[in-house]
Nanobody, 122 residues
Framework: QVKLQESGGGSVQFGGSLRLSCTYS?????MGWFRQAPGQEREGVAA???????DYVEAVKGRFTISEDKAKNTVSMQMNSLKPEDTGIYYC???????????????????WGQGIQVTVSS
């Protein structure tokens, strides 16, 4: 089973930037980033399939960019123009689907990282 390790979280002010990274032990998965704010359900933020196609939740389009470096077994998400509503625990996830259909749905994924905190202050 693939193992995932997130890094790069932290605290920034409104309008700032952060870059999250997720290192995976085995390649060949569709990868996604999810987030969960206190008292809210986990939501899909961005996903990238095995062919490099990407999908984003509407709230982050134009601000977040997901990418994959297969040579380093790493999926990253560059987050710019951060807002307080972006605050939450961010999770990396790996799934076996071949397309982006359902790629922003938590139930699509089989393996999750431990999560990393992102806090954006106003």
């Amino acid at each position: 089973q693939v193992k995932l390790q997130e890094s790069g979280g932290g605290s920034v002010q409104f309008g700032g930037s952060l870059r999250l990274s997720c290192t995976y032990s085995t390649s060949g998965y569709c990868m996604g980033w999810f987030r969960q704010a206190p008292g809210q359900e986990r939501e899909g933020v961005a996903a990238i399939d095995r062919n490099g196609r990407t999908d984003y939740v509407e709230a982050v389009k134009g601000r977040f960019t997901i990418s994959e470096d297969k040579a380093k077994n790493t999926v990253s998400m560059q987050m710019n123009s951060l807002k307080p509503e972006d605050t939450g625990i961010y999770y990396c996830a790996a799934g076996r689907q071949y397309t982006l259909l359902g790629a922003l749905e938590p139930g699509t994924y089989v393996t999750w990282g431990q999560g990393i905190q992102v806090t954006v202050s106003s």
